[in-house]
């Protein structure tokens, strides 16, 4: 049995890469919020200072979160909290472990996952159709580093005031596709 924990990132960007504006979301995705929450219930989340802040409850229920901040005294009750993306992603990994998890998450905002993207096993992305002004941007995806699992449409309304698509993205491992002995 591989018994290996995924870092995993999970985003919603505009086809702009926006992924915030003013610390907020730009778009309001009822099914994507609803995704978002099921598949990270019961995982561990890293997010940065930032997006704990934009959280509309502290800590999200239901998970492990890890806050990463350069500032050494920041409080974040019910929440651990970390100054270095290792230590952050290893006390999660840690956790996942011992509670029989199989990922990780990373959920914001933009300088964690320009930390996270290099280590990620895995991206559930949602492309959403929409190129909002923002202020912070998901980092470009190399399309040869990934490969699409599932994709999910989803139409305007319900909720949705944009379409949009959830894709599940793998890593691709050069050893997986190397034909070179």
Do not use: C
Request: no cysteine; net charge positive; charged share 25%.
């Amino acid at each position: 049995m591989h018994s290996e924990v995924k870092l995993s990132l999970i985003v919603a960007r505009g086809r702009n890469n926006v992924i915030g504006v003013a610390g907020q979301l730009p778009w309001r995705l009822k099914s994507d919020m609803m995704f978002f929450k099921r598949v990270t219930m019961d995982h561990p989340i890293i997010m940065g200072r930032k997006t704990w802040e934009s959280l509309p409850k502290h800590p999200l229920p239901g998970r492990e979160n890890i806050v990463m901040t350069r500032d050494w005294t920041y409080d974040a009750p019910g929440a651990r909290v970390y100054s270095s993306f290792p230590a952050a992603m290893n006390a999660a990994k840690a956790v996942a472990k011992r509670t029989g998890k199989r990922e990780v998450f990373v959920i914001g905002g933009e300088a964690i996952y320009t930390l996270a993207l290099p280590l990620a096993d895995r991206v559930y992305l949602t492309d959403v159709d929409a190129a909002p002004e923002g202020d912070a941007y998901f980092p470009p995806l190399d399309a040869q580093e990934w490969h699409e699992s599932t994709a999910e449409a989803f139409g305007v309304g319900d909720g949705n005031n944009h379409a949009f698509t959830i894709r599940q993205l793998d890593r691709v491992h050069a050893s997986a596709t190397s034909t070179r002995p």
